[in-house]
């Protein structure tokens, strides 16, 4: 055996750790940007009767513990790609998504008929992505047109056809899934849960994932030979 590959395990394990280095660094970061705009309650407020040339209004949901303006900074990123109708959806927390997913349907129902719109696209983070799942595979189903979750739970099982889900590759709350369910999933190299929200890459796959006139067919979740799932 060459002296290169007994050398490449800890030189792999050093580049790990520094990853990790860096992603406990974002996530406090994170942190502080989540904490740092509460008071921003204007920058979290409903623009529905805004312009824009997206074809439907976008609903955000927070995680748990969240708040609408944790999707400040996905916000901006996303009137820069042309959406800029947004609706937030807010809860205590709680843990029983199902009940919630009844609240939000209601939510969802006012915003179709305040834009006139036939359906709505969903960005969601942690559990609020439960809530949106839920109801996207329930009663809601005809009022979704598409759906992102940022680092949620998920079951050994397929979720909605034009669901992206996007996981931190370090995320200690919700880790990347490898059981090969079929869902179209997109893994954002060193990032963590609350980096989800403010992350370029995960930003841009949000962006991409909207604004693409079809979405293609749902693969199982590809496993890379390291172990980690491939982004799709």
Known sequence: ?????????????????????????????????????????????????????????????????????????LRRHLARGGIRRFSSFGYRPRLDYQRLAARFGEHV?????????????????????????????????????RLVTLGTPYLACANPSHELSIFGEYDAIVPPPFDRARRRTHIVDACGHLGLLTDERALEAVVRHLVRPTLGAVASTPVAPEGRAAPA
């Open 1 to 73: 055996m060459s002296h290169g590959r007994l050398a490449k395990p800890g030189l792999d394990g050093w580049t790990s750790g520094l990853d990790r280095l860096r992603v406990l660094g974002s996530e406090l970061s994170a942190l502080v940007w989540v904490i740092g705009a509460l008071p921003w309650r204007a920058s979290a407020a409903d623009t529905l009767d805004h312009e824009d040339g997206h074809p439907v209004p976008c609903v955000l949901v927070h995680g748990i513990l969240g708040d609408a303006t944790n999707f400040v900074t």
């Open 109 to 145: 129902s006012r915003v179709c008929r305040e834009t006139a719109a036939p359906q709505v696209d969903i960005i969601a983070h942690s559990l609020g992505g439960l809530v949106a799942r839920y109801f996207a595979q329930t009663t809601g189903a005809h009022l979704v047109r």
